[in-house]
C-alpha cells in the first residue's frame, strides 16, 4: 500500500508541477512576514491577506517586535481585511509576546530546536493549530514538514488516497511516510494543491481539462 501510495502522490506532484510550474510560495519577503501571514490567512483568502500585510507595511508593523508593541486596537484596524480582524490581532500579540519571552524576538532561536522541539513550542502558543504551525515551520524555518490544508484533504479524498473521516495527523502522515523528507518539495506540493483546490479540485469538483483528470478518482467525494 506504502509503494502504490507513493507512486500516485509523485504521479500527483509531477502533473500538477507541470501543468502549473512552480508557485514560488511562500510570498513573502522575510520570515517574520511569512508567520505574520500564516496567521492572517486562517480561514481566509490570499488576497485579503496581500491588503493585510500591506496596510502592515505602509504602516511599517510588519514584524513581531512592531506587532508586540502596537496597541491590540490599532493593530486590529490594520488587518481588518483579513477577516476576524480581532481574534487575529489577538493571535498575533499572542505569539509575538511569546516569541520576545521565550526567544528574545528571535525565529532563529525557535528554529534552531529543531522539527519536534518547535512544533511542540508553536503548539503551545494561543491560536497556533498545526496547519498554521507546520506552514510556519515549513516555509519560515525550512523545515521538513507537510502542510495539510482543505484543498490537501478533498483532493486525497477524491483520488482515493485518504478516507472521508481522516483527521489532518493522518493526511499529514500520508505524505511524510511515503516521501522522503524534503523541504523545497513538501512546499512546493502543498502550493500546487492549493493551486488545484481554486482552479478545478472546488466543492463541487470541474474535472474537465483538470491535471488530474486521467487518474482514477470520484468527484462526487
Excluded at 30 to 59: C, D, F, M, P, Y
Excluded at 202 to 210: D, H, I, Q, T
Amino acid at each position: 500500500m506504502a509503494q502504490s501510495a507513493q507512486k500516485e502522490l509523485m504521479r500527483i506532484y509531477e502533473l500538477l508541477l507541470a501543468a502549473f510550474g512552480p508557485q514560488n510560495w511562500w510570498p513573502a519577503r522575510t520570515r517574520q512576514e511569512v508567520v505574520i501571514g500564516a496567521i492572517l490567512t486562517q480561514n481566509t483568502a490570499w488576497k485579503n491577506v496581500e491588503r493585510a500585510v500591506s496596510a502592515l507595511r505602509r504602516a511599517n508593523c510588519l514584524t513581531l517586535r512592531r506587532i508586540h508593541r502596537t496597541p491590540l486596537d490599532r493593530l486590529a484596524e490594520l488587518i481588518r481585511s483579513s477577516g476576524t480582524h480581532r481574534v487575529k490581532a489577538r493571535r498575533l500579540k499572542s505569539l509575538a509576546a511569546w516569541l520576545q519571552r521565550r526567544f528574545n524576538g528571535r525565529l532563529e532561536g525557535l528554529f534552531a530546536l529543531g522539527l519536534e522541539g518547535a512544533r511542540r513550542e508553536l503548539l503551545g502558543v494561543n491560536g497556533i493549530g498545526p496547519e498554521t504551525a507546520d506552514a510556519i515551520l515549513l516555509y519560515a524555518g525550512k523545515l521538513p514538514t507537510f502542510v495539510v490544508d482543505a484543498y490537501t484533504r478533498r483532493v486525497l479524498r477524491r483520488h482515493l488516497l485518504l478516507g472521508g473521516q481522516s483527521d489532518y495527523q493522518r493526511a499529514k502522515a500520508l505524505f511524510e511516510r511515503t516521501m522522503p523528507p524534503d523541504e523545497p518539495i513538501y512546499g512546493e506540493y502543498h502550493a500546487l494543491l492549493v493551486e488545484l483546490g481554486k482552479r478545478y479540485c472546488r466543492k463541487r469538483a470541474l474535472c474537465e481539462g483538470c491535471p488530474l483528470e486521467s487518474l482514477s478518482h470520484d468527484a462526487g467525494l
